[in-house]
């Protein structure tokens, strides 16, 4: 440990993501605490098919501490997080998806968003589970037409599916023609938002799609899968 970093951990010692207790374990990405209590995904639940795109892998439900700690990386600046969530996807995309895919990209914010922000909160968490995967971070679609929020929406799966209709593109094909995509995201709601973007990769040749998030919406906890695909995806 270099003098800057030793100096930096005793006057700002690091600290778990999700319940902010100080990590007494060097190195841990959280403390054990929570890493018995978070509600990690089971087996069967880690995978879900969906429109445009053949799976996405999720290690986390988004609820209780898991939801407060996003919330805290999207709206209150907390870019450091993006190391944890990158380990905890990048280790999610490696047990269920393996190496199937030939770059990493990411569902991008629109302009007027990332100015608001200061910061896409999907394509750092993308770039750093590129990192952790030692695979080609890449570019590849752009939001072009700005939208409220995903997450501001009452209406269910069609209001979130017209939200975003037609909102991507991707401008230079050539990038995606013939490739696998891994494409990221933060959090798995109803999947629009994927189905959107790997639509738009589809129609410009992409070979095939799959995704990974953080999180997913904790109704999958208490329903068939393949049921709740049909109803909601």
Same mark, same amino acid.
């Given at each position: 440990?270099?003098?800057?970093?030793?100096?930096?951990?005793?006057?700002?010692?690091?600290?778990?993501?999700?319940?902010?207790?100080v990590?007494?374990?060097?190195?841990?990405?959280?403390?054990?605490?929570?890493?018995?209590?978070?509600?990690?995904?089971?087996?069967?639940?880690?995978?879900?098919?969906?429109?445009?795109?053949?799976?996405?892998?999720?290690?986390?439900?988004?609820?209780?501490?898991?939801?407060?700690?996003?919330?805290?990386?999207?709206f209150?600046?907390?870019? @450091?997080? !993006? !190391?944890?969530?990158?380990?905890?996807?990048?280790?999610?995309?490696?047990?269920?998806?393996?190496?199937?895919?030939?770059?990493?990209?990411?569902?991008?914010?629109?302009?007027?968003?990332?100015?608001?922000?200061?910061?896409?909160?999907a394509?750092?968490?993308?770039?750093?589970?590129?990192?952790?995967?030692?695979?080609?971070?890449?570019?590849?679609?752009?939001?072009?037409?700005?939208?409220?929020?995903?997450?501001?929406?009452? *209406? *269910?799966?069609?209001?979130?599916?017209?939200?975003?209709?037609?909102?991507?593109?991707?401008?230079?094909?050539?990038?995606v023609?013939?490739? !696998?995509?891994?494409?990221?995201?933060?959090?798995?709601?109803?999947?629009?938002?994927?189905?959107?973007? @790997? !639509?738009?990769?589809?129609?410009?040749?992409a070979?095939?799609?799959?995704?990974?998030?953080?999180?997913?919406?904790?109704?999958?906890?208490?329903?068939?899968?393949?049921?709740?695909?049909?109803?909601?995806?």
């Amino acid at each position: 440990m270099g003098l800057r970093q030793w100096v930096l951990d005793l006057f700002f010692p690091p600290r778990c993501v999700f319940c902010r207790d100080v990590l007494l374990q060097k190195g841990a990405y959280f403390c054990s605490a929570c890493g018995d209590s978070l509600p990690f995904c089971p087996d069967e639940a880690v995978s879900q098919a969906g429109d445009f795109y053949v799976c996405c892998v999720t290690p986390l439900f988004y609820e209780g501490l898991v939801t407060d700690s996003i919330h805290r990386y999207k709206f209150q600046n907390a870019r @450091g997080y !993006r !190391r944890t969530y990158g380990a905890l996807v990048a280790a999610c995309v490696s047990e269920h998806i393996g190496s199937a895919y030939d770059l990493i990209t990411w569902a991008p914010v629109s302009q007027k968003r990332l100015r608001k922000r200061g910061y896409d909160q999907a394509e750092i968490l993308a770039k750093e589970v590129a990192l952790y995967l030692d695979k080609p971070f890449v570019s590849v679609l752009r939001k072009s037409r700005h939208a409220p929020p995903q997450s501001s929406l009452t *209406g *269910g799966r069609e209001a979130r599916q017209a939200n975003i209709a037609g909102a991507y593109e991707v401008p230079d094909v050539s990038l995606v023609a013939g490739k !696998r995509v891994l494409l990221v995201d933060d959090v798995l709601t109803t999947g629009s938002t994927l189905s959107e973007c @790997g !639509r738009m990769l589809l129609l410009a040749g992409a070979r095939e799609v799959s995704c990974a998030a953080l999180a997913r919406a904790p109704v999958y906890k208490h329903q068939n899968l393949e049921e709740k695909v049909l109803e909601t995806v």
